[in-house]
């Protein structure tokens, strides 16, 4: 979306803002690196930060602010009740969505507990795109189930497909006949959607999903948190979308939304979240929840500060300049691993790049977790924190046989504006190496295996010492190099 022409290189990003903060890294020998994966099982969420170098565990709540964000926090109104910074937050929130009633929320996981407390009874079953973690947990918590019906583009994981984020329409007329309106309480569409590598939704798609939905009778609930990365790609690569601005193609999405909810740890660049409505009938279903769970309606658990940087980030959403950072950057990242040969999802998407363990590690059974091994191996040999987005990240079936992920991933999220080009050949180096000498990593297997949300606190072990293995090689490699 960059209107500058380039002489050498078409595609190359250029980030249209400085730095004026930064913060210094660590990057510890591999020594120091298998220690921490020991003590972590094997999990990159068990790391602690000081053993990591470039943290691309995730965008949540990482991004960098901008000048105005942090300035803005310096005039929060700090109250329990009716702080200026809620109704400040709550007109810019009315702006945005052109939806008039705002719940906050401490983040984007208590809103799909809003949510699905209001609205999931036992029995029932929401449809969506592709499932989001928390959100499937929220929904089973309350006795629904969740039904995917993506097209079959979604998982593939080399396609040009511009949107595998799309719902198949059929497959939703399909799910309607079988189970009846009358346990569907609403739809799900998630933007940019998370678990298939950031893949963004068309919004031809997005209407004709809600038109289906409301000549039945059938709530849409939009899940915004990757908004700005869906919004980049709808203007991009959508020709219905060509003429249209940034903001109108958020009004073209909040139109057809009846609740529309977020995650600020991705949206607007801050930490915190909240649910959007446009009538005071489904603002009155919920708001009882927000002061028991959250906090007072005027902040629901979020600091004020928080507040009033949201409101300059959802701002500056806007901008394209500003959401076509991240996706600039995921491009040439991936366009870098695959000039190496590394087995990535195509097309790049949103929020980071996504690397295919099944292709990088087939020799690797979904049983024993190649995301996860891959990601422990992309640690070891590199300080670089990837995140597990496979087998570890589902739930097991009722027999207690593993549940095989769609797709297993590991993604390198690239939190916005926080690494430089520098940073991001030096891990393509490191992974391109480690894909020379794929054929020593092994599986992993649970020593403490959570119930729920496993992925986030369970500890594993490699199977048949492949993390010494590989250190060896490293040091043979590289001498003494970091
Ligand atoms: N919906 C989507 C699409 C998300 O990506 C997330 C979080 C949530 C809901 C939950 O929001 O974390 O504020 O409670 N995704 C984070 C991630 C965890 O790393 O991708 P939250």
């Known amino acids: 979306m960059s209107k500058i022409k ?6 190359m990003p250029l980030e249209m803002h400085k730095v004026r903060v930064v913060q210094k890294l660590n990057l510890i020998p591999i020594e120091a690196r298998k220690e921490a ?31 105005r964000q942090m300035a803005s926090m ?19 929130l009315q702006f945005f969505f052109q939806m008039k009633y705002f719940l906050p929320t401490h983040q984007g996981r208590a809103c799909e507990n809003i949510i699905c407390k209001t609205f999931v009874k036992p029995g029932d079953v929401i449809p969506m795109n592709y499932h989001f973690t928390t959100t499937k947990a929220h929904i089973e918590l309350n006795g629904g189930t969740v039904a995917e019906i993506f097209t079959d583009e979604a998982l593939k994981v080399t396609s040009d497909c511009p949107f595998k984020g799309n719902i198949d329409l059929n497959k939703l007329q399909q799910l309607i006949k079988e189970v009846g309106v009358e346990h569907i309480p609403f739809l799900r569409i998630e933007l940019g959607t998370n678990l298939i590598g950031g893949q963004p939704i068309a919004l031809e798609n997005i209407l004709a999903v809600a038109k289906i939905c409301h000549d039945h009778k059938i709530m ?20 219905f979308c060509k003429n249209l601005s940034l903001h109108e193609i958020v009004l073209k999405i909040a139109e057809v939304t009846d609740i529309m909810y977020f995650s600020a740890r991705k949206l607007g660049c801050v930490r915190g979240g909240g649910i959007c409505v446009p009538t005071v009938e489904l603002f009155d279903k919920m708001k009882d929840l927000i002061p028991l769970y959250e906090g007072f309606l005027t902040y629901g658990g979020m600091s004020v500060r928080e507040m009033e940087a949201m409101a300059v980030g959802l701002e500056e959403t806007l901008d394209p300049e500003m959401v076509n950072q991240g996706p600039q950057f995921i491009a040439e990242f ?30 690797v059974k979904s049983e024993e977790y190649p995301a996860g091994a891959l990601a422990a191996a992309i640690y070891l040999i590199s300080g670089v924190r990837g995140m597990e987005r496979g087998t570890i990240s589902e739930t097991r079936n ?21 690494f430089t080009m520098s940073q991001i050949s030096y891990a393509v180096d490191r992974i391109a190496w480690l894909f020379q000498n794929r054929d020593l990593i092994k599986g992993l297997m649970f020593i403490d295996e959570p119930k729920v949300l496993r992925f986030f606190l369970g500890r594993l072990t ?17 001498g003494d190099s970091l």
């Open 6 to 11: 380039f002489f050498l290189n078409e595609s």
């Open 37 to 67: 994966l020991d003590q972590g099982g094997y999990n990159t969420f068990l790391l602690k930060n000081r053993d990591v170098f470039l943290d691309m565990l995730t965008d949540s709540g990482t991004n960098a602010m901008s000048d």
């Open 74 to 92: 310096m005039v929060a109104d700090d109250s329990y009740a009716g702080s200026e910074t809620f109704y400040r937050l709550e007109k810019t």
């Open 220 to 239: 849409v609930v939009t899940d915004a948190s990757l908004l700005a990365d869906n919004i980049h790609f709808n203007k991009e690569r959508e020709e």
């Open 334 to 363: 991936g366009k870098k691993l695959m000039e190496q040969g590394v087995p990535i999802i195509t097309p790049t998407g949103g929020l980071g790049c996504h690397v295919d363990a099944r292709r990088f590690i087939p020799h």
């Open 398 to 418: 009722p027999d207690g046989s593993e549940h095989p992920a769609g797709v297993e991933l590991v993604r390198l999220a690239l939190p916005r504006r926080v």
């Open 462 to 478: 490699p199977i048949d010492h492949w993390a010494d293995k590989l250190m060896k090689k490293f040091r043979e490699d590289f």
